[in-house]
């Protein structure tokens, strides 16, 4: 059974591009979370999602920064003109059911991005 | 705002040793306080969690202290081997909630 996978593992975009990171959750998992992780600092929430729904994007920037989760294939977090402060590593966990104390999130290994 | 402060940032234990990871909270809802390892390269995987009923849980060499009255909580790694060396993140949350709030982390290295 394979785990969260991201891609790419690694991204370089210079400044003012657009940054695609891609989540495909475990098999039978609906509910994705996406992650940040700032130079020296610990993950932030930024949104949860299920299918073809965004549950809570509290955690999300208000500008540059979208999320979605379609029917079919993974989920996208798109960040539009990036700047240097977006260099980061950004995660995306993925649970069977809404995550709580009862059930775990699964986490991928992270898309490291650097802007240039 | 930093929601859970982690201490310390860096630690070095010799093998065989006991490792210790300090935690605090600030919001006193929070009922769900798991903590992660993270191997280089890797995602964070949950190790162990405790909920605010118990003051302690143990599993293996890891054991989570927790202290409602301090707001603070604590890992615990017993008979420390190199192959914990690795990154420790605690975090906390609302039993019923999702939105995971993580301390810093702590790098440990467990030298041989």
């Known amino acids: 059974n394979a785990g969260v996978m991201q891609n790419p593992r690694h991204l370089v975009r210079r400044r003012g591009q657009e940054a695609r990171l891609r989540c495909s959750p475990m098999k039978g998992h609906s509910h994705v979370y996406w992650y940040r992780q700032l130079p020296e600092e610990g993950l932030k929430f930024m949104v949860y999602l299920q299918k073809e729904n965004i549950i809570d994007e509290s955690g999300m920037p208000k500008e540059r920064f979208s999320a979605e989760f379609p029917k079919e294939g993974p989920s996208i977090l798109r960040i539009q003109q990036v700047v240097r402060g977006d260099s980061a590593a950004y995660f995306c966990?993925?649970?069977?059911?809404?995550?709580?104390?009862?059930?775990?999130?699964?986490f991928g290994p992270g898309t490291r991005l650097l802007v240039l | 705002q930093q929601q859970v402060k982690q201490s310390p940032q860096s630690l070095i234990v010799q093998k065989g040793g006991i490792s210790i990871i300090n935690c605090a909270y600030e919001?006193?809802?929070?009922?769900?306080f798991p903590w992660y390892q993270q191997f280089p390269g890797k995602g964070p995987a949950l190790l162990i969690a405790?909920?605010?009923?118990?003051s302690e849980k143990k599993e293996g060499r890891f054991t989570i202290s927790f202290n409602k009255s301090a707001k603070q909580f604590s890992l615990h790694i017993m008979d420390s081997q190199p192959g914990d060396s690795a990154t420790y993140f605690c975090a906390a949350s609302h039993l019923s909630g999702y939105a995971l709030n993580f301390g810093k982390g702590t790098s440990l290295l467990v030298t041989p």
């Open positions: 966990a993925s649970s069977p059911i809404p995550a709580g104390g009862l059930e775990t999130q699964y």
């Open positions: 919001n006193t809802a929070f009922d769900y």
């Open positions: 405790i909920r605010p009923d118990v």
